[in-house]
């Protein structure tokens, strides 16, 4: 077998740029774009739940020495948990908290969500221009029995643009968008169980934190 016969130039740029175009016309110039954002953020970032779980140790060990109204939110380079703790100290709320989570909670689904979409539209489209591309091929077929060189190269373009469309679908575009959307899976599972647990640690504070306060009340 010769795999030589399964690059072709032409019928690489039919498949994929024509994925491409369909893509963004199809979903938007943003949506596109925030999709490849999306994958590169997916890519580059991983989130590490037991150094978050530690330093959220670190703050409740500050919440339980100061008291929730003397204790300084801790920061440590997550957006989320950084917000959640500034909540947390400057509203003094459980329920602040748990807002805040929602919200990024939100917004992070909403943002995977484009990306999973838009990987699966390109999925859908790239078969569609592989048989665009054997079209296209097989109207460069010869009109006259003689011309065997033209014969010869439409024939094998025909093939392989199929071929590129369901590799560039089924290898290519399908496999990101189910690893984007594993990946958010997964990261949300990491964060709502610190969530919880945050929460839980809280909650046993509260009653010790009432009683504080209110012997403070007395003293005033």
């Not at 969500?113 to 999925?123: D, S």
Request: proline share 4%.
């Amino acid at each position: 077998m010769d795999y030589l016969n399964l690059i072709d130039g032409p019928s690489a740029a039919i498949v994929l740029g024509g994925t491409v175009l369909g893509t963004i016309l199809r979903c938007g110039v943003w949506r596109s774009f925030a999709a490849m954002r999306g994958l590169a953020s997916t890519m580059r970032n991983s989130f590490d739940p037991v150094a978050a779980r530690t330093e959220l140790a670190l703050q409740i060990q500050d919440i339980r020495r100061d008291g929730l109204l003397r204790a300084e939110p801790r920061h440590f380079g997550d957006t989320e948990f950084d917000e959640v703790a500034d909540a947390l100290i400057g509203r003094r709320s459980i329920g602040a908290l748990l807002d805040k989570h929602r919200a990024f909670k939100e917004m992070r689904q909403a943002r995977s969500q484009v990306a999973v979409t838009t990987f699966n539209q390109a999925a859908e489209l790239a078969p569609v221009f592989g048989l665009a591309g054997t079209l296209i091929a097989l109207s460069q077929l010869p009109t006259k029995a003689s011309s065997d060189a033209l014969l010869s190269a439409s024939i094998p373009m025909a093939i392989v643009t199929t071929f590129y469309g369901l590799l560039a679908a089924h290898l290519l575009f399908a496999p990101v968008a189910h690893y984007i959307q594993r990946k958010a899976d997964h990261e949300e599972l990491q964060r709502q169980k610190l969530i919880d647990w945050l929460a839980e640690e809280l909650t046993k504070e509260a009653p010790r934190h009432d009683g504080h306060r209110q012997r403070e009340q007395v003293a005033a």
